[in-house]
């Protein structure tokens, strides 16, 4: 909508019809605001119309997205939850693939209608850290809708964004907006365990990582109460997309974030019992086989106290 805004040529592809035929309407409207926008679905789609794709779809349908542009010579910018660039570099070559995070929080509530519920920067880079002019196109681009930076390390921006996930899923999880995830010390100590769990997976996995919540990774257990008490302040508004999925029977992307750290958890030998039982009560919420509720964060406070 933003890049629409700005004069851009803006092209949505979308497989929900009902959702294309809003916008080729009456529109976007974000937050009360409406912005009419070019709209097909994947069938109507001519891939050499594509110069750039902004590749926001779920994990598991980032193979099937792909298709009608691999055999263009089209850059992806992927603005997904997960790791998901090594799978998009596979399938297009990394010289076409760059990794984003996104930093803001919005909520789909119904075809053509979204909800940006927080602000926040993207940062993106290509997968072996260098720059070139495509590179700075794409940023400059996507400057035209929120502040954009270029860093040299983008995996681990990108783990820095699936530890945020790993938090904000756990909203889902409680039923409550993150703010009140986080407003008890309880609670935080037990995000802040979780978090760890997630940091240690990234560390085997040999992934630097910047800063976690604004704090420096290798400082976490001494400063996690306060990192997560000001993200708290700032994000805490947030409401899990985990959640809205639950509410409107929409595959959820727990397999992609929390199922991901669990399971590279277990490839390189490192411990991730918290996560694994959030993973396993998430899964559950999915199946229809237990509710979204803050039951559920008191088994995750008594195994958070070791002993």
């Not at 010390?185 to 560390?203: F, K, L, N, P, T």
Request: hydrophobic content about 45%; charged content about 20%; aromatic content about 4%.
């Amino acid at each position: 909508m933003r890049l629409a805004r700005a004069g851009i040529d803006v092209l949505v592809v979308d497989s929900n019809a009902a959702h294309v035929a809003v916008l080729n309407t009456v529109g976007l409207e974000l937050n009360g605001v409406r912005t009419r926008l070019h709209a097909v679905t994947p069938d109507e789609l001519r891939a050499t119309d594509v110069d750039v794709v902004l590749l926001a779809v779920r994990s598991k349908a980032t193979e099937q997205a792909l298709q009608p542009v691999i055999a263009t010579g089209a850059h992806v910018i992927s603005l997904q939850n997960g790791l998901n660039e090594d799978k998009i570099a596979e399938l297009i070559g990394p010289e076409r693939t760059i990794g984003c995070v996104v930093g803001f929080g919005a909520t789909w509530i119904e075809d053509g209608r979204i909800s940006l519920d927080a602000e926040g920067p993207l940062t993106m880079g290509r997968l072996d850290g260098s720059t070139d002019p495509r590179l700075a196109e794409s940023h400059q681009l996507l400057n035209n809708a929120f502040p954009t930076r270029i860093t040299g390390n983008i995996r681990g921006a990108l783990w820095g964004k699936m530890l945020v996930n790993s938090v904000t899923v756990l909203g889902a999880l409680a039923g409550m907006l993150t703010g009140e995830l986080l407003a008890m010390q309880e609670r935080r100590s037990v995000v802040a365990r979780i978090v760890a769990e997630g940091i240690a997976v990234a560390d085997s996995e040999g992934v630097v990582l910047g800063k976690v919540f604004g704090v420096v990774a290798t400082d976490w257990v001494e400063k996690s109460d306060e990192a997560l008490s000001r993200f708290a302040e700032n994000f805490g508004a947030i409401r899990s997309v985990t959640w809205r999925d639950f509410e409107i029977g929409r595959p959820t992307e727990i397999d992609a974030v929390t199922g991901e750290i669990v399971r590279r958890g277990a490839r390189n030998n490192v411990p991730t019992p918290l996560s694994a039982a959030v993973y396993e009560m998430l899964r559950e919420i999915e199946a229809g086989h237990r509710p979204p509720d803050i039951g559920n964060l008191e088994p995750l406070s008594s195994r958070s106290h070791p002993g």
